[in-house]
């Protein structure tokens, strides 16, 4: 039984209900030595199953944890991929050799890949475009996502309907196809690496810059140039959502951080040089723009969208999109996602 869906909801749903039950019966009728403790037991475990139940309801809703091992730390499982059709164009000169990418969820694509310079072996999903499929000689410009910590890639097609939201926006014409890829970011789980090249430990900014750019154009039909990937995430993910076009402006045009911060949270990672982007911007004047969107509600984050603006000069361009209401939820996020799919358009270079 997995930690999403309806089979573990239902369980202890039930518990919830059935525990609270099971003590109002059983409270009079239990006597003698044991009656005490007996009845601080039924009274624990009702407490108990309320909490486990709250806490199912929540990470079904926000998908914090996609599977045990993401909840105990453990290992990612492998995956026997199963061969699928080729969806790519040819492969780049020197290129990593190609991915069997297998059907997931929600009309995506699913591979375990190890990358060649942070040799890390995690998973990808893509979503691919209508087009991708109608259109078989033309090449798209790409979109990688990023999910908050803790969270898993899923979250994208799930709570953040993230292709649902580009379909709606391509339907009105505002937003342009792109193939949608969510590398995980969580490589160690348990351990929040914030996008960063970890000292003796994973190098988690190659992994989701070079590796993943390797990956993709080998199996995908890309566009190729910089000015062809963009960057987009929320929370922990819009910190690395805005870092990364900074730190790699060869490799992204463009970025859009959604109720993102901008300096580490993890204090050994914060003292790390090169990290900390109103720093990297003042420093390396990155050709790079940047799309900042925050709720007037989440004051965490929209403080520290007022930072960036300020330090920001040509040729890093920053922008803001700033709601009135709304906490820092999934449902929040979501709704921002059409007009910064839109936005992304003004910026990336057209499928052709």
Known sequence: MGLLGWP????????????????????????????????????????????????????DKYQFFASWSDLIGGQNGTNTPIEQPNYGGPPMAGGPPRNDFRPGPDHTLEATVVGTGSRIRSKIWVWLPPQYRTQPRRRFPVVELFTGYPGTPETWFHAMQGPKKLQKAMNTGAAQPYILVAPTITVQPGHDTECVNVPHGPKVATWLTEDVRRIITSNFRTLPGTDSWGTMGYSTGGFCAAKLPVQYPKLFRAGVSIAGYFSPFTSALARLPGENVPALIRQRHPHVDLLLAASKQDPGTV????????????????????????GHNTGVWAAMLPKCFQWLTTELAHGH
Do not use: D, I
């Open 8 to 59: 573990l909801l239902a369980l202890m749903l039930m518990l919830a209900v059935g525990c609270p039950a099971a003590c109002v019966l059983l409270w009079v009728r239990v006597h003698g030595l044991f009656a005490l403790p007996a009845r601080v037991s039924l009274v624990v475990a009702s407490q108990v199953a309320a909490v486990l139940a709250v806490g199912v309801v929540v990470n």
């Open 303 to 326: 403080g520290s969208v007022g930072t960036m603006v300020k330090v920001a000069r040509p040729p890093t361009l920053v922008y803001t999109y700033v709601v009135p209401r709304g």
